[in-house]
């Protein structure tokens, strides 16, 4: 075996590392192993491939295709277990990866086929072996951004998962034509202006790949964009919505307060009047016109009032909420926006109790403050089934308008500088929210 052809076979097979760069740059942190420990066996299993695939091909004259090929598909295979992904976008991701280093090899034929002409072997020259190289190199850096930035960025847009199984088609049908197109020799190169021609139109190819994979990431940007316009629109709707209900009781409940008063001067009259008999038979009228009893929960009225709502709504539907609301009457925020979230959280937690056996239909609340310049809310829950969290940090709404309300929430905390967080570990709905007071 000659040292000469071994290192020209280990040029050839040296493509598989700015390959593999690139397949991986796009998928990176969707990692399911160690990352230190999948680098070292990553790179010991390229140097291995390397040196055997060399070896080999130096003793049966073999030309690199025929070993590379194959090899693909054990490496999918290893590609689509370590990355928790679709297998469609990593299938897309590889097949890209795959499309550049094949065009470099292809394009090193045309470009370098003068030096090659008095080649015999399988295999390039040291020198077009070493340009090869360069144009894997080059093409890296030309589509780092692409794949480091705009892929991933893809791949998190959730609006276009279903087009990934149809796209993918795209860098296959690209790799398998780059891949056919390499010439067999450099003597049909030079035929002509063949070799001019195909270096003018082979740039076509990396360059139309990366023209269009711009334009899709602008175009479902834009998608995302209106996407969230529409979100945005929705949850406005479902905030003013629960604005005028929040709004709607608390003028109830001051109507309610404005009559108490009223009712307790016609009692202390009647008491000053000594009619006893008269007295008792008003207390007795108030009593049967009177549908509810409020409860006391905190120092702030508004709030308080809502919370009487909401309490008296879950003893309806046998369900047991345990407050905890240490609020005065001055707080770090809108009453009303504290109000909106509160209602929201606790419609969210009394639905999600109702199917649960009477023992478990329990929510316990806080709400309290801290140095006066940030309220904290707590909603916790027993909940039954599974509650998949997605990637916003959110519950992965699974029908129709469900999951507005926390969106709602979560829209609101956000204007408030805030933070909102969500646990469900031990079949247990936790909800932490903190709201900062505004500057």
């Known amino acids: 075996m000659s040292i000469d052809i071994f290192f020209r076979y280990a040029l050839e097979f040296s493509l598989v590392f700015p390959g593999a760069f690139m397949s991986i740059l796009p998928v990176y942190r969707h990692l399911r192993i160690n990352k230190h420990f999948f680098f070292i066996i990553m790179t010991l299993t390229l140097i291995g491939t390397i040196i055997a695939g060399s070896i080999i091909c130096s003793l049966t004259k073999f030309p ?52 090659e002409l008095s080649n015999t072997m399988n ?24 794949l480091r930035i705009n892929l991933p ?8 998962d279903n087009t990934w199984k149809w796209l993918m088609i795209i860098p296959i049908v690209f790799s398998a034509g780059v891949i056919w197109m390499k010439p067999l020799s450099a003597q049909n190169v030079m035929t002509g202006r063949m ?4 270096l003018v139109v082979l740039i076509v190819i990396p360059l139309s790949a990366w023209v269009l994979n711009y334009i899709f990431w602008w175009i479902a940007s834009k998608i995302t964009e209106s996407e969230k316009l529409k979100q945005s629109y929705n949850l406005l709707q479902m905030e003013e919505k629960q604005y005028h209900k929040t709004m709607r009781y608390l003028e109830e409940t001051r109507n309610m307060r404005h009559d108490f008063r009223h009712h307790l001067h016609v009692i202390s009259e009647l008491a000053k009047d000594g009619k006893i008999e008269r007295l ?19 120092a702030n009225n508004t709030v308080n009032a809502i919370a009487a709502h909401y309490n008296c709504i879950a003893e309806k539907k046998d ?8 609020l005065d009457e001055n707080i770090p925020i809108k009453e009303a926006d504290l109000c909106a979230v509160l209602g929201n959280l606790i419609e969210n937690s009394i639905n999600a109790v109702q199917s649960l056996p009477l023992i478990d239909r329990s929510i316990h609340a806080a709400v309290g403050t801290i140095a006066d310049k940030t309220v904290i809310v707590s909603i916790k829950n027993p909940y039954n089934g599974v509650i998949p969290i997605g990637k916003d940090g959110l519950p992965v709404a699974n029908k129709p308008n469900h999951g507005i309300g926390l969106r709602s929430v979560a829209n609101m905390v956000d204007r408030y500088s805030g933070s909102l967080v969500i646990n469900t570990e031990n079949r247990l709905f936790n909800v932490s929210i903190l709201m900062y007071k505004e500057e």
């Open 64 to 115: 690199t295709n025929s070993l590379l090929l194959p090899f693909l598909v054990p490496c999918f295979i290893a590609y689509n277990l370590c990355f928790d992904l679709s297998v469609f976008k990593k299938v897309y991701c590889f097949t890209t990866a795959m499309l550049i280093t094949s065009f470099a090899t292809t394009y090193t034929t045309f470009l370098t086929a003068p030096l």
């Open 123 to 146: 295999v390039f020259y040291c020198i077009s072996g070493a340009v090869a190289m360069g144009i894997g190199i080059l093409l890296c850096i030309v589509f780092f951004h692409l």
């Open 153 to 160: 960025e893809l791949m998190d847009n959730e609006s276009i």
């Open 195 to 198: 070799r001019i021609v195909s």
């Open 280 to 298: 008792l038979e008003y207390i007795n009228q108030f009593s049967e016109t009177s549908s509810e009893n409020p409860k006391r929960f905190c």
């Open 319 to 326: 369900v047991k909420i345990f407050w905890k609301l240490n």
